[in-house]
């Protein structure tokens, strides 16, 4: 009988809507609107239509909530769920929205399309407030049941709200008579009345309502954008927010209230960030400030405990814009520091110093790092560096026994940040720490283990010392990953630095000891011999870094400071420390060349002749470093290679080129001078890809790829790279600017293979880089890139002998899709072309390695075989695919059965056998 009812119900609601809706109500306001009439007869017809059509609707929904309460096991249908918030969104748009105070609310335009089209509805006062009240109470009803519920706040929250804030603050005028309007005593006393009502009906909403729902809402009514809000209502919403944000998790559901929309892979939104900042930067309620920083501060404690990168970031941008604004709140400052402190040394082992217990477990050691993390690296925000300081002995514990990359990164990330905060002198004091394992000094230790649930910190009963081998690894890995140009430029600098302080010590030491020792004892290796070799192997191990070759050409007197230092302390002259100066040296020559630097070893020289002077091996690189500062550009060879190499370096663009060419005629030619310097001839013909002339760049390439057959992979990655990001190094200003990159372009995709023909069978070795490159060439946006791609695609499957494995279905998959939705014919005619290649072949393999892909192959090529209206030089691809697919079948299917048995004649009687 129920479900029967509830059918019923829903009967009479469509046909509430389909009839007095539709065909009366709206017809009229189009009939007033069509003949602006002022006639009072038709606006009173109006707004009968109106209040009797929403009473009768609320009259329905009264009916269904009835059967809903008695019931709550009974479902609404999907159908009946829409026309249930069709209602609400018409009792909300012309029962509460149109009684608004302007300025107050949503308008209907902004609720669906249709709404700027439909008349706005005159009523006076009097005639607002009834039906505003109805359509109230109808919400207030409707709030407790689920269902209806569900629909109030997801679509109509801010409308509730809206008329609550109304009904329940909107100023009163006094009893009296005014303009249009007369207030009664007894009228005024009703309206205070229900205002009472309405004031405990909207507390209860505001108290039990989901808060980040709730906050959204109010902040969407203080920032109507059409109309400026009355004064009231920002006064009460201001008022309620305040409320809202010093209640227990009130700061949370105003982050969820600006961040539950945000997915994590979009990123950080920092204006919503900075706009949370400044709410909770200002005091809020009835309360003094000591009271609001703690009530703040214990609810970002909460936050900070969360798993979560968005509530984190918050939380202590959050914690950072008040220890800025009240530095000198102990609250404040007693939660920065216990926030950017996590792993501090001597407050670990205050919590717990009994050696053999666990001081911080796997999952509060990863949460910990996440705080700092995001504090350091995400937020980007100004920090204290003597706090954050304290955390490096741990986090540098933590990152040598780190196996977890994904961790591994962000303890990077954190101590790079925090090295970067710090200048130079704490830098260099921080590394020598580290080095010398001087960071911790107690009676106790903290050791680092790392289990399959993560990494944990446990105290022992003495002081750890680590493996300098450790130590140097998580050096080298530091200054690998570091991006900033002054961080770098310290350590580097510092790195240096520690090479003299332990050459030094080391080297005082060992003169001690030969006085003391006698000739044939045993010579056993030192801690300082120990730091010695790891310090050469750190410098060793970021000597070729991108990271050191820039510090070497941006500020080249760290360098010649340290070269200075260590030939004034060196007596010997074949000692190793100064063939690593004289390194050094010719590294800074080779790569700057002005006067300042030459100015720079003027007091060098003396030294520099006599270690010429010598006999050993420094002799060599003597004479070259005095023939750089002697002259601004190397001397000049009278052999071939010397004069191609000062062709290069010459300052006009012709001779340049030329220069370029006459290299690579060398190369091609094995001479032997130039094949000895291939290294360097590489990375000049690297620097000279930056040149903007076409004709430059292009002799490079080609003198590039006739070093492929001396180290291929170098070769092979650089023009890969070029033909892939060209575009994007040049500026490209007109049509013809462009058509000349794409020239460019094909033309080194052409030198691919053939570098790739000329490695012949060792280009298997390489077919995941190449097939890639064309793969990525075949999506570019030029059509002649994409047709000059899908041609070399298919010469390099040639040269592979179609040896391309699983890769092949890729290129089908790449083909597919050039063929059924790429606009140009060319890039078309090449997909096709690509396939009759593979089918070619790939030969009587075609039936094993494309397996499945044969039958859709053969539908697509009947197909652009069998369309007239298709290209012609199409359809002849398509056809000669065909053909080739027709006699690899048949040669399969008709293969010829040997017809013939061997026979062979024995004499051995023994071979008989009878039966």
Known sequence: MTMANLETIFYNIEETLKNDYERKFLIAIIKKEIKHSDDH?????????????????????????????????????????????????????????????????????????TGKSIPKIELNDDQKYEVLVGCTEFLHRSYSVPVLKSIILTFHLSDYLAALIQLAFAPLKKPGVYKNFTMTEDKYNKLNIDRQKYITIYEHLVNNCFQPILMKELLVLQNAKEVEPPAFVKRVIAKEMSRRLITPGGLLSLIRCFMENHEIDVGVDWKKIDMICKIACNKHGQVTEYEYLNIICNQLRQILNLNNTHYLTTAVCCLLSLSTKYSDSQVVTSLLEDTLQPFNYESLIAQNNNPGTIILTAQEVEHKISILHTCTFITKLELPYKILASNLFILFVLSIKCSNNILQNKLNDIILKILDLGDNVSTSDTIKKLFSNEFC??????????????LILKCVSTPVNHNIEEISSLLVNLFRNSTNITLTQNLFECFLQLFLDVNVKRRNKSEREKLLTLEDDPIILSKDDEKYANIILILSEISATPQAINVVKSNPSITINFVEKLLSLESKENDECVTIALVLLN??????????????????????????????????????????????????????????????????????????????????????????????????????????DSYVYLA?????????????????GLLCKEFLQISSKRVVETQEDQNKIAELRMKIGDIIVKVTRRLGEMAILHKTELLNTFLCGCRDEEPLIRTSALSNLAEIALVLHYRVGTIIYEILLCIWTIIETDKAIECRRAAVMVISSLIKGLGQETLIELKENLLPIYRTLMKLYKDEDEDNILRLHAQISLEELNDIVKEFLSSAIPMEKQFCISNDSNDIKYK
């Open 41 to 113: 007869n038709l606006d009173e017809d109006i707004i009968n239509l109106l209040k009797r059509f929403l009473y009768k609707l609320i009259e329905d929904i009264h009916n269904l909530a009835t059967i809903l309460k008695a019931n709550e096991s009974i479902l609404i249908s999907v159908k009946n769920q829409k026309t249930l918030r069709t209602c609400f969104q018409i009792i909300t748009s012309f029962g509460i929205s149109n009684c608004l105070i302007p300025g107050l609310g949503l308008s209907l335009s902004k609720r669906c399309v």
């Open 441 to 454: 000094s107690g009676q106790v230790g903290v050791l680092a283990e790392e289990y399959n649930s993560g």
């Open 587 to 692: 590294s800074v020559l080779s790569c700057n060349k002005n006067d300042l630097v030459k100015n720079r070893l003027t007091n060098l020289l003396p030294i520099l002749e006599r270690i010429s002077q010598s006999g050993d091996h420094n002799r060599i690189l003597c004479k070259e470093i005095l023939s750089f500062i002697n002259c601004e550009y190397p001397r000049k060879d009278k052999t071939p290679y010397g004069k191609a190499l000062s062709n290069v370096l010459d300052s006009l663009l012709p001779v340049r080129a030329h220069g370029i060419m006459e290299l690579t005629k060398l190369i091609e030619a094995a001479d032997p001078e130039t094949i000895s310097k291939r290294h360097y001839v590489f990375c000049l013909l690297q620097e000279q890809l930056k040149d903007l």
């Open 700 to 716: 490079a390439i080609n003198g590039i790829a006739s070093l492929a057959t001396h180290f291929t992979e170098d070769v092979l």
